[in-house]
């Protein structure tokens, strides 16, 4: 028989929301609370997997920022893999 946790439930769902509201890893807040961080990541998983991921959705600026910010990502990788075959290009040209 498993033994009896030294964690109450209201201490759980606390620690659970602070780790969820912090933008602190997991294991930093389980140190803040005097905790073993392998004890906490699965309340936190549970929770998570119960209750969905509780993000907020974008605001319209944000959205606009991001796709913004995805269009010049695309663009450095098309730039980057030109780069790269003319670097290819010009490695093997026997001058």
Request: aromatic residues 6%; proline residues 8%; glycine residues 2%.
């Amino acid at each position: 028989m498993a033994r009896p946790s030294p964690y109450s439930p209201e201490f759980r769902e606390e620690a659970v929301q602070l780790a969820l509201k912090s933008n602190k890893p997991i294991a930093q807040v389980a140190r803040g609370l005097e905790m073993n961080p392998e004890t906490l990541r699965p309340w936190v998983r549970r929770h998570e997997r119960e209750h969905g991921k509780q993000t907020e959705p974008l605001a319209v600026d944000e959205r606009a920022r991001l796709k913004e910010l995805e269009r010049r990502i695309r663009e450095v990788e098309m730039e980057n893999a030109f780069l790269k075959k003319c670097a290819a290009y010009f490695a093997k040209d026997p001058r």
